[in-house]
């Protein structure tokens, strides 16, 4: 992989050396990933690979590797029954090196090459088999946005692009006007479009902005909360809220589902602000979060809904 990494390769092998970059970005070098069980030393690189201890032995005789006149040489070209098979460009004695060629001498001693074929093992899995899913959960452990991501509800009723939606935001990953300048991107200005006295992130796009904050206090109102609106101060927040709301499993659902549909439209709202100039006002907001929940409740399983009326009135009228 090193190797390869070093050449200029195209289709397949491009990609994988250019994963290899990404992880590095990350600062996890793909190397330390894998390990090699040796048995006949034929499908193991000496310098590169790492099939004795935990690095490569070209990190860990750097010199030593530079005298190498074979730098892609196999494990079976260079360990012996006896005497191991060394070919320097120049002997190491004359550089010094006497020290680093008795140090790597000992580490191969007791190396005994047998028939079979060398195996590779994932050192990320107990198993040793790799798995895109266990990388993924390292790059997540190392780099995790949000240091306290709430568990997000998959709900039947909720359409997959808003789950998604929930997930990003909740992780603050929405492209928002402070979240585009971190990332180096120009942008006219980073007020929030609505209420133009705070900076544009997602916390207080969909929870702390005023216009959020009366939408969600009509909602309350709407599903009959009260004292909760003080409590509820990021994205987090209501969606742990939300998870954890009720006694009765049906109306926690139904209270998530709802949730999520008047965090998703408030993030339209702010688009279309923005985008298209269009204003809306809490009223408006408030019947389209209604309509929208109430058709993904009664058009994706529930068709015992109560009716339009109904459901206007209260959001449990049926339960």
């Not at 010094?96 to 191969?108: I, K, T, W």
């Not at 994932?122 to 040793?128: A, E, I, K, P, Y």
């Amino acid at each position: 992989m090193e190797y390869l990494s070093s050449k200029k390769s195209v289709g397949v092998w491009n990609s994988i050396s250019n994963t290899k970059k990404s992880l590095g970005n990350l600062g996890i070098e793909i190397h330390d990933l894998f390990g090699i069980n040796i048995k006949s030393g034929n499908n193991a690189l000496f310098w590169y690979d790492h099939w004795i201890g935990d690095n490569s032995l070209k990190s860990k005789y750097p010199n030593l590797f530079e005298l190498e006149s074979q730098k892609r040489c196999r494990v079976a070209d260079r360990v012996g029954s006896r005497n191991h098979k060394w070919k320097w460009k120049v002997r190491p004695a004359t550089r010094g090196l006497e020290s680093e060629v008795n140090d790597l001498n000992r580490d191969v001693s007791n190396v005994q090459l047998k028939s079979g074929m060398d195996q590779w093992r994932c050192n990320l899995s107990s198993d040793g088999i790799f798995s895109v899913a266990t990388v993924r959960q390292l790059v997540d452990k190392l780099h995790t946005v949000c240091s306290v991501a709430p568990a997000i509800t998959w709900n039947k009723f909720i359409p997959i692009k808003v789950i998604c939606l929930m997930w990003r935001a909740a992780q603050l990953r929405i492209p928002t006007a402070t979240a585009l300048e971190r990332r180096g991107i120009a942008v006219s200005s980073t007020l929030c479009c609505s209420c133009i006295g705070s900076p544009e992130c997602a916390d207080h796009v969909l929870i702390n902005c005023p216009f959020a904050h009366k939408i969600r206090s009509y909602i309350w109102s709407w599903c009959g909360l009260t004292n909760v609106q003080d409590s509820i101060k990021t994205i987090s927040d209501l969606i742990q809220f939300a998870s954890n709301w009720g006694e009765n499993i049906k109306k926690r659902q139904r209270f998530i589902v709802i949730c999520y549909g008047m965090l998703c439209n408030l993030w339209r709202f702010r688009n279309k602000r923005l985008f298209q100039m269009e204003g809306i006002s809490v009223h408006r907001g408030l019947e389209c979060i209604k309509v929208m929940t109430f058709y993904w409740i009664k058009h994706r399983g529930d068709k015992k809904i109560c009716s339009w009326e109904d459901w206007a009135i209260s959001s449990f009228y049926d339960l």
